[in-house]
């Protein structure tokens, strides 16, 4: 089984920048990927990072987000930068059992959590 968990939810300044983090345990599992679920909103896809290091960005936040992967670590951040109010949303970290990098968050089996970011005006 495996457990994702992820921390650094928090509010924030428009224009200003944050990271998440998440960890999972059990075992190594790739891919692994950001969604978010803003208010009366479905969830949606953010970025995501494959076992070879591809790594692919919604174009809502390409350029401002940079998502990385700590394999030995079996650890994921993602860095938010230029923070709009739009990004307020809980964010979720997720993990697939098989290799293939999706933007479906139906392919992901193992779910965090989640953790709030809002960014006010």
């Known amino acids: 089984q495996v457990q994702v968990v992820e921390s650094g939810g928090a509010s924030v300044q428009a224009g200003e920048s944050l990271t998440l983090s998440c960890a999972a345990s059990?075992?190594?599992?790739?891919?692994m990927g950001w969604f978010r679920q803003g208010p009366r909103a479905e969830r949606e896809f953010v970025a995501v990072?494959?076992?070879?290091?591809?790594?692919k960005y919604s174009d809502t936040v390409k350029g401002r987000f940079t998502i990385n992967r700590d394999g030995a670590k079996n650890t994921l951040s993602l860095q938010m930068n230029s923070l709009q109010h739009e990004d307020t949303a809980v964010y979720y970290c997720?993990?697939?059992?098989?290799?293939?990098?999706?933007?479906?968050?139906?392919?992901?089996?193992?779910w965090g959590q989640g953790a709030q970011v809002t960014v006010s005006k």
């Open positions: 059990g075992r190594a599992v790739y891919p």
């Open positions: 997720a993990a697939k059992s098989l290799a293939n990098i999706q933007r479906n968050s139906d392919q992901y089996d193992y």
């Open positions: 990072v494959g076992w070879n290091g591809e790594k």
